[in-house]
């Protein structure tokens, strides 16, 4: 289940075994793992702990999880469909204590999300973020109204079999997952434009 990649530093294994798979097996999720990937997702910081994040959870099998899937873009309902789990991951866009606009709150929900796919892997499955979908459409299934920023959907389950894929998805299935080179992305002194 694990995409080998070559980091240039050793980092913790459950980063590393983190990777964006398409084929999952179909296979529903236990309620316990998921409570501890959304839990773990509780517990990212947030600017004044405001704590944004807001998340509807479709598990297979639901009403939710068909709606959720019916936001997706076609080329990820081709795939996204046998994700155990679907998650729509929402900020609240202003601070509760004083009104104003919060402008991390994608930020935030972006480290609750990064938390949920490293505890996915802790729990034996894996995940994979999406933000081609129809925010407009999930605003009106879900009825969600414009204090929230309707920002992507994660998918999450066990792994499955790369040959069950669409043949045009096979391919980056199995592609050894790249990063860019580490001193185009980190500087210190001159910062290069
Ligand atoms: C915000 C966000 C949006 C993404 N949207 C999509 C998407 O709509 N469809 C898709 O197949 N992958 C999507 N991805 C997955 C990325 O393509 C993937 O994370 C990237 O190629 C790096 O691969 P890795 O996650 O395996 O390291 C998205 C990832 C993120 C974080």
Not at 77 to 100: P, S
Not at 155 to 177: T, V
Request: with cysteine.
């Amino acid at each position: 289940m694990v995409n080998k990649t070559t980091n240039r530093y050793p980092i913790s294994s459950l980063i590393e075994n983190r990777w964006s798979t398409r084929a999952f097996s179909g296979s529903k999720v236990e309620e316990g793992k998921l409570n501890s990937i959304l839990e773990a997702g509780l517990w990212a910081a947030s600017a004044f702990n405001e704590q944004p994040w807001r998340f509807i959870v479709g598990r297979k099998g639901s009403e939710t999880y068909d709606k959720i899937l019916s936001t997706l873009v076609e080329w990820n309902q081709r795939w996204a469909g046998k994700a155990g789990v679907l998650v729509l991951n929402i900020a609240k866009n202003t601070f509760t204590h004083n009104n104003k606009p919060n402008a991390t709150c994608n930020y935030d929900l972006g480290q609750a999300a990064a938390f949920m796919s490293i505890e996915a892997v802790n729990q034996g499955l894996c995940s994979h973020q999406m933000s081609g979908f129809d925010a407009q459409k999930a605003a009106e299934i879900f009825n969600i109204n414009r204090g929230y920023n309707i920002v992507s959907v994660t998918a999450i389950g066990y792994y499955g079999d790369a040959e069950e894929l669409p043949a045009d998805m096979q391919k980056s299935e199995n592609e050894e997952r790249s990063r860019k080179n580490f001193n185009t992305m980190v500087f210190t002194g001159k910062f290069e434009n």
